[in-house]
């Protein structure tokens, strides 16, 4: 039986409108009412993933930065956190600095940029973010969450980011979160183990997990999952870890695999 699911937020609960369907939050609800908990695993900021937990009457802790922390909602007690080394944020700072990379960089939970440029306004339009404008590189560099570079034009530009940090900085977690977003954080800032932290906190084996994604940093979180579900819309590299690809965010595939995997074994619906 099924007393955890552990899902991804962005392209597999809600898609590019950033609303939540009906179907969505009907499902949340009957999954809550049967006593199940039910966790977003997210490479969001804590801060701004609150609202979208209480919109789906979510009361579990909350996993951020890709599984570098994991925060009470209630009292805002950290239950678990992985925050990156200053010297290599600084690096890489100067790196995007020289090469023309917009960064986004993450301390304490709060968003600070380098410029106040399209790439910044497209992304916290999206989600609703404050920020501050400074010279990273001139910032005291503590309680570092994470790093992300952001190109919205050139996916492949991406990619090449990817591929020279990871190996510049084997020790770090680097992962594309989306074809336009490179991530870097923490090596154990996983989803994967943030998902096995609540499991052992619960008491939860992974055979009774359930976990749902759509894109590469999505793999760690499917790892960690005894039913591991991709989307319709995930990558290709993504479905090669799920036992079962379920329909597009477009068209609630979260709710039909939970409908198949979970509620359909005699739960109170």
């Not at 991804?8 to 609303?19: E, K, P, R, Y």
């Not at 939050?25 to 199940?36: E, F, R, T, V």
């Not at 409908?259 to 619906?269: A, C, D, N, R, S």
Request: with cysteine.
């Amino acid at each position: 039986m099924i007393k955890m699911v552990a899902t991804d937020i962005d392209g597999t609960i809600v898609g590019n409108s950033f609303v939540f369907t009906e179907e969505v939050k009907n499902c949340m609800k009957k999954l809550c009412q049967n006593g199940i908990k039910v966790v977003l695993v997210t490479g969001r900021m804590h801060s701004a993933t609150i609202d979208a937990a209480r919109e789906l009457g979510l009361e579990t802790p909350i996993v951020s930065y890709q599984g570098g922390l994991i925060k009470e909602q209630t009292g805002g007690k950290v239950l678990y956190e992985k925050t990156m080394d200053a010297k290599d944020a600084k690096e890489i700072i100067l790196w995007a600095k020289a090469n023309k990379i917009h960064l986004n960089l993450y301390m304490n939970d709060k968003l600070f940029v380098e410029e106040d440029n399209e790439s910044i306004k497209r992304y916290t339009c999206e989600r609703n973010i404050p920020y501050t404008v400074c010279e990273l590189d001139k910032i005291e560099l503590k309680h570092i969450n994470k790093i992300l570079g952001i190109d919205f034009e050139n996916a492949e530009r991406v990619t090449g980011w990817v591929n020279f940090l990871r190996e510049k900085y084997p020790h770090l977690y680097i992962v594309k979160s989306t074809p336009y977003f490179c991530e870097v954080s923490n090596n154990d800032a996983r989803k994967s183990r943030a998902v096995e932290f609540l499991a052992d906190y619960w008491g939860i084996k992974k055979e009774e997990i359930l976990t749902i994604g759509d894109q590469n940093n999505d793999i760690e979180l499917l790892k960690a999952g005894g039913i591991p579900v991709a989307m319709g819309n995930a990558t290709d590299e993504l479905k090669k870890y799920a036992k079962y690809i379920t329909d597009t965010v477009d068209n609630n595939g979260f709710v039909k695999a939970v409908e198949k995997f979970v509620l359909k074994e005699g739960l109170h619906v």
